[in-house]
């Protein structure tokens, strides 16, 4: 059985009430949402608002691309020296 005095001291000691931080998550995110509208409304905040989106998607991009890269010749080098050492132990064995 829950005590719901135990629960309330609980909540005060911790600080938070999570009914209270989910409403002021909500209000928040509304006035962000509302923020944005009113910026996005005018013609050359969107024009820059869609530079800098561009910018960071051409960034992302690249980075993906390097990271590929990098997997590649990683990947490439650990065949390269499974190759190696199978061809060792072949040639240590006798084997063809």
């Known amino acids: 059985m829950i005590d ?3 629960k309330k001291q609980t909540d ?3 600080g938070f009430n999570a009914v209270a ?3 002021t998550k909500i209000i928040v995110g509304a006035g962000l949402a ?3 509208a009113v910026t996005l409304n005018n013609d050359r905040n969107r024009a820059k ?3 800098v989106l561009t910018n960071v998607k051409d960034q992302a991009v690249g980075r993906v691309d ?3 890269g990098k997997v590649v010749r ?3 080098a650990a065949k390269e020296s499974f190759q190696f050492e199978t061809t060792k132990e072949k040639s240590i064995k006798g084997g063809k």
């Open 66 to 68: 390097k990271l590929k």
């Open 74 to 76: 990683a990947a490439n």
């Open 4 to 6: 719901s005095n135990n």
């Open 21 to 23: 931080v989910a409403v």
């Open 34 to 36: 509302v923020a944005g």
């Open 49 to 51: 608002a869609k530079e």
């Open 12 to 14: 005060i000691k911790n």
